[in-house]
């Protein structure tokens, strides 16, 4: 399976203020996604990131509120702006491997954001 | 039809018992099934996956079971451990090696008590 690392692991942000959260895969993988979690609750899809060109977006989620940069096949970001207290959560990065020795979906450890 | 069901809700079984959680879906154009495992402040771990041509798939104390035709699935894990306390995601995907996204149920809190 793929090795997958966050940061920060958790931040403590101010209404108003934006967060970049970083995702890096020990290998290439063919795609990357980012979810929320809310406390207690199932993992919701926020986007595809895409390498090179813009990330897709699910319904609910906007570009302008969370862009996300993918440069390369192993490294993504997401950045939550505007931030206000509803956007507390944890997010989570994801990725789907190449070849047979990473098959299935695989989560990084997450990132816990608490917005005051 | 985009929506994965997942029951119970939360479950409380004895060291040594049968967990069992069922989920159901609509969509026939899933093609994988993979189940998570979460456990508290962890992201979500792949713990084991089937596809719609087989029945059954087991490994270790999990096995999965599929009906096709009802569009249904459970994950059964034997001779419950207290370690096996945690979060469990059913979903679907349109492929195992997708390119698409995974459709995740709502989860089932496990406890497993000495």
């Known amino acids: 399976s793929a090795v997958i690392s966050q940061k920060p692991s958790r931040d403590i942000c101010q209404r108003g203020t934006s967060l970049t959260i970083q995702c890096q895969v020990d290998?290439?993988?063919?795609?990357m996604f980012w979810y929320r979690q809310q406390p207690g609750q199932s993992l919701t899809l926020i986007a595809t990131?895409?390498?090179?060109?813009?990330?897709?977006?699910e319904s609910g989620f906007v570009i302008d509120k969370f862009p996300i940069s993918r440069p390369n096949l192993t490294f993504s970001t997401l950045t939550v702006s505007n931030m206000s207290p509803e956007d507390s959560s944890i997010y989570l990065c994801?990725?789907?491997?190449?070849?047979?020795?990473?098959?299935?979906?695989?989560f990084g450890p997450g990132t816990r954001l608490t917005v005051t | 039809q985009q929506q994965v069901k997942q029951s119970p809700q939360s479950l409380i079984v004895q060291k040594g018992g049968i967990s069992i959680i069922n989920c159901a879906y609509e969509?026939?154009?899933?093609?994988?099934f993979p189940w998570y495992q979460q456990f508290p402040g962890k992201g979500p771990a792949l713990l084991i996956a089937?596809?719609?041509?087989?029945s059954e798939k087991k490994e270790g104390r999990f096995t999965i079971s599929f009906n096709k035709s009802a569009k249904q699935f459970s994950l059964h894990i034997m001779d419950s451990q207290p370690g096996d306390s945690a979060t469990y995601f059913c979903?679907?995907?349109?492929?195992?090696?997708?390119?698409?996204?995974?459709?995740f149920g709502p989860g089932t809190s496990l406890s497993v008590i000495p």
């Open positions: 994801s990725v789907v491997g190449r070849g047979a020795n990473i098959r299935g979906q695989y």
């Open positions: 290998s290439q993988v063919t795609m």
């Open positions: 990131a895409n390498q090179g060109s813009e990330a897709t977006y």
């Open positions: 969509n026939t154009a899933f093609d994988y």
């Open positions: 089937i596809r719609p041509d087989v």
């Open positions: 979903a679907a995907s349109m492929s195992e090696t997708s390119y698409d996204k995974v459709i």
